[in-house]
C-alpha cells in the first residue's frame, strides 16, 4: 500500500533540486491544499493510503512550484496578521514586515475615525486594521482596478464594509482622514533582477518598483499628505532598506517634526509613523 507519506518523500527532491528555500513548508502547504484538510490535520493524513484523484493534483501543484510559482498563487490565499486574504498576479503577497503598520496603526483606532489604506492592493493592511477595530471607516485605495476587485473579494469574505477608490496616490481622493497608512513601491529600478525569482516572475513590478531611486512615489506622498489628515491627523508608510535617512531629511523639509522610526524582525528601519502636529508625543 502506497502511504501519502510515500508521495511527499518522492516530491520533497524535486523541490530541493528546484532550490526552494523551504521544502518541507511547500510540501505542507500544497498537500493540505490539494486534499482540502485543516492544517491540523496534515500529520494524520500521512499514513493514510493515497487517494489518487488528490494525489495528481498535488503532483500538479508540485510540477508549478517548481517552476517557481509562488505557493500563495497555486493556493490563492495568503495569510496576514489574523486572517487569509486571497492574492493573485494583480496584488503583492502580504509581507510579514507589513504587519508592523497594522501594529503601530492599531495604537490609534477610536471608534468612528476615518482611516485611508492609500496603495492598498489585496487591502490586507486596512483590513486587517477594521479587525482590530470593526467601528472605524476604512477607505481602500489602489491605481489598479484589477486590485480593487481583489480587495473588494477580501473585503466580502471577511464581511467588512468598506469604501473603495481607485486612484492614483490622493489625485480621487476628496476627504481628510485621521489615520493614513501605505506601503507603496520602494525598490530601486537597478534592484529588480536580484529579487526572487517567484517574485519577478509572479508579482506585478508596478507595485514593487518606486523608480530609479525608489523614492519617487514615497516623496510624491510626504509631499501632498498634509492636505489629507486631520489636525491631529497620523500617517505611517513603509520604506525599504538603507532609505531611512533620506526619508527623515524629507520629513525634516516638510516640517515633519514628530516622528517615530520601527525596526523590522531583521533589525531594519522599515515603519515611520508620523503625527502631523508636532507639539504632541506619539508612542
Not at 203 to 227: Q, T
Amino acid at each position: 500500500m502506497i502511504k501519502n507519506s510515500d508521495i511527499i518523500t518522492s516530491q520533497r527532491q524535486k523541490l530541493i533540486l528546484s532550490g526552494d528555500e523551504n521544502p518541507d513548508g511547500s510540501l505542507r502547504k500544497l498537500f493540505v491544499f490539494s486534499h482540502n484538510i485543516e492544517r491540523e490535520k496534515y500529520i494524520d493524513y500521512l499514513n493514510l493510503p493515497v487517494n489518487e484523484k488528490k494525489a495528481l493534483v498535488f503532483y500538479d501543484l508540485i510540477e508549478r512550484r517548481v517552476k517557481g510559482e509562488p505557493i500563495s498563487h497555486l493556493t490563492g490565499s495568503r495569510y496576514f496578521w489574523k486572517d487569509k486574504f486571497n492574492v493573485n498576479r494583480n496584488v503583492l503577497d502580504p509581507r510579514p514586515e507589513s504587519e508592523l503598520i497594522v501594529e503601530i496603526g492599531s495604537k490609534f483606532l477610536v471608534d468612528g475615525c476615518k482611516v485611508l489604506d492609500l496603495g492598498a492592493g489585496s487591502g490586507c493592511i486596512g483590513l486587517s486594521l477594521k479587525r482590530e477595530n470593526p467601528s472605524i471607516n476604512i477607505t481602500l485605495s489602489d491605481i489598479s482596478k484589477s486590485a480593487i476587485q481583489t480587495m473588494k473579494k477580501n473585503a466580502k469574505i471577511l464581511k467588512m464594509e468598506c469604501q473603495f477608490v481607485n486612484s492614483n496616490l490622493f489625485r480621487n481622493i476628496k476627504n481628510k482622514f485621521d489615520l493614513i497608512v501605505c506601503n507603496l513601491p520602494y525598490i530601486k529600478t537597478s534592484q529588480l533582477t536580484a529579487l526572487p525569482q517567484d517574485v519577478i516572475l509572479f508579482e506585478p513590478h508596478e507595485a514593487l518598483i518606486g523608480g530609479e531611486d525608489g523614492l519617487g512615489l514615497l516623496y510624491e506622498f510626504l509631499d501632498n499628505v498634509s492636505s489629507y489628515i486631520t489636525s491631529n491627523g497620523v500617517f505611517i508608510i513603509e520604506i525599504g532598506v538603507d532609505q531611512i535617512d533620506f526619508i527623515v531629511s524629507k520629513l525634516n523639509d516638510l516640517n515633519f517634526e514628530n516622528y517615530s522610526v520601527f525596526k523590522d524582525m531583521n533589525g531594519i528601519s522599515r515603519t515611520v509613523c508620523v503625527q502631523k502636529v508636532t507639539e504632541n508625543v506619539i508612542i
